[in-house]
C-alpha cells in the first residue's frame, strides 16, 4: 500500500541548533499534514499543505510540499527543549484515512 | 470547546477476553478515525467513520470493529484479546474527514496479560 518514509528516525541537537525532517512518497500525494507528539502526549496537528511547492511559516517552524508533490519537509529554526517530541507527516491522498510516516523522535540538549 | 474525549484512558485485560473503548469527537465533528500506536508500528489506521457510515478500514483482523451513533460518538471493539494488542488506542476526529485535519484524543492505554 501507499506510504510514507520519514527521515531520520531520531535526531539529537544542542539546544539552539537548526533540525530538519524529511518525508518520501513514490507516488503524488494530494495532500500532507504534520503533527507533534510529546513524550507521553497525543499527536497534535500542526499544519496542511497542498500546493506544489508551497511554503508555510509557523514562528520557528518552515514546512514545504515538494513541487512534484512527492515529499515534504519541516526545518525548526534554533531549537529549544519545549520542541522535544516525535514529528510525524501524514499522507491525506487516500479517501478517509491519513497515512502517518514512523515519525522522527527529536531531543533537545540543553 | 472541549477536545476529543476517550475512555478509559487506561486498561488492563487477560488474553482471550473483549474490551470496548469509548470516543466523544469535538462537538459538531462528525468524522471519527481510530489508530493504534505501538512502538515498533507507529501509527497505524483502524478506521473511519462519518455520519455513522464507516467510509475506510485499515488492514486489521476482524477482531477489531466499531461504529458510530447518532450523535457521533464511536467506539472500538476488540475480541479475543492477544498480547499483542497491546497498544495505545488514538481517537480522532474532524469536521467532515480526515483532510480537515485531526484533533487527537488523549488515547486508550490498554494492556493484554
Known amino acids: 500500500g501507499q506510504q510514507v518514509m520519514q527521515i531520520p528516525q531520531y535526531q539529537h541537537v544542542q539546544e539552539g541548533e537548526d533540525f530538519t525532517t524529511y518525508c518520501n512518497s513514490s507516488t503524488t500525494l494530494s495532500n500532507i499534514q504534520w503533527y507533534k507528539q510529546r513524550p507521553g502526549g497525543h499527536p497534535v496537528f500542526l499544519i496542511q499543505?497542498?500546493?506544489?511547492?508551497e511554503v508555510k511559516k509557523q514562528k520557528r517552524l518552515t514546512f514545504q510540499f515538494g513541487e512534484a508533490k512527492k515529499n515534504s519537509s519541516l526545518h525548526i529554526t534554533a531549537t529549544q527543549t519545549t520542541d522535544v517530541g516525535t514529528y510525524f507527516c501524514?499522507?491525506?491522498?487516500?479517501?478517509?484515512?491519513?497515512?502517518f510516516g514512523q515519525g522522527t523522535i527529536l531531543t533537545v540538549h540543553p | 470547546k472541549a477536545g476529543v474525549t476517550q475512555t478509559p484512558r487506561y486498561l488492563i485485560k487477560t488474553r482471550g477476553q473483549q474490551v470496548t473503548l469509548s470516543c466523544s469527537p469535538i462537538?459538531?465533528?462528525?468524522?471519527v478515525s481510530w489508530y493504534q500506536q505501538t512502538p515498533g508500528q507507529g501509527l497505524q489506521f483502524l478506521f473511519e467513520y462519518f455520519s455513522e457510515t464507516q467510509r475506510n478500514k485499515g488492514n486489521f483482523p476482524g477482531r477489531f470493529s466499531g461504529r458510530q451513533f447518532s450523535n457521533s460518538r464511536s467506539e472500538m471493539n476488540v475480541s479475543t484479546l492477544e498480547l499483542g494488542d497491546s497498544a495505545l488506542y488514538l481517537c480522532?476526529?474532524?469536521?467532515?474527514?480526515?483532510?480537515?485535519?485531526?484533533?487527537f484524543g488523549s488515547g486508550t492505554r490498554l494492556t493484554v496479560v
Open positions: 462537538s459538531g465533528h462528525r468524522s
Open positions: 480522532a476526529s474532524s469536521l467532515t474527514g480526515p483532510r480537515d485535519g485531526y484533533t
Open positions: 501524514a499522507d491525506g491522498t487516500s479517501y478517509g484515512k491519513l497515512t
Open positions: 499543505l497542498v500546493k506544489s511547492g
